[in-house]
């Protein structure tokens, strides 16, 4: 059965809130640490996690242009031009006052604002040793992931199936392997490789 709108915001913003609370611990030198997204350290991650709370759509829409409408280029500048002119107390305050924003990925929807923030909140938290987020999170993420979301992140599970063990996900057609959510999502995701 898929979730409601009303259990997907719930679960946004107790992932927003969780993160929030991670990153208020987290030593300056955390900060700069490697993410597991390539080349951005913790606070590109944050910087590009609340850059569509600081960014209107003419704004976006001219970045876009600027990086010839590649999004991922677009990403990696705007990240990393956000933490040149803000401290990362300002990314932080930002993820705050924003724990409740509706913002949605375009096309995306609640399900495409649950999986960036599971994802990004995984990129900060898997290299540092954090807490992840429940698997009833991370399987709600995986439960919305259509063949459109897996390959965007060029992953190719012909052969593979991978089947949850601590909820009930399955994913590809093929073998079996078995691995908790968290690990099917950071493979899914490109973080990892196909076991």
């Given at each position: 059965m898929s979730p409601t709108d009303a259990e997907l915001k719930q679960h946004i913003h107790a992932e927003r809130e969780r993160l929030t609370c991670l990153l208020t611990d987290l030593p300056a030198q955390g900060w700069d640490s490697p993410s597991l997204c390539e080349g951005w350290r913790?606070?590109?991650?944050?910087?590009?996690?609340?850059?569509?709370?600081?960014?209107?759509?003419?704004?976006?829409?001219?970045?876009?242009?600027?990086?010839?409408?590649?999004?991922?280029?677009?990403?990696d500048r705007s990240a990393r031009k956000d933490t040149t002119r803000m401290p990362d107390a300002a990314l932080l305050a930002c993820l705050r006052e924003n724990v409740t924003n509706e913002w949605r990925p375009p096309g995306g929807g609640l399900a495409g604002a649950l999986s960036h923030d599971v994802i990004h909140g995984l990129d900060m938290t898997e290299p540092l040793g954090l807490p992840a987020p429940p698997a009833e999170r991370v399987a709600l993420v995986l439960a919305s992931a259509d063949d459109r979301s897996l390959s965007y992140f060029g992953v190719d599970l012909t052969g593979v199936r991978l089947r949850g063990t601590d909820a009930d996900i399955e994913l590809g057609t093929g073998e079996p392997v078995e691995l908790p959510v968290k690990d099917i999502l950071l493979t899914v995701s490109g973080r990892r490789p196909l076991p």
């Open positions: 913790v606070r590109e991650v944050v910087a590009h996690m609340t850059a569509p709370f600081r960014t209107s759509l003419p704004r976006f829409v001219a970045g876009l242009a600027a990086a010839r409408f590649s999004f991922d280029r677009y990403a």
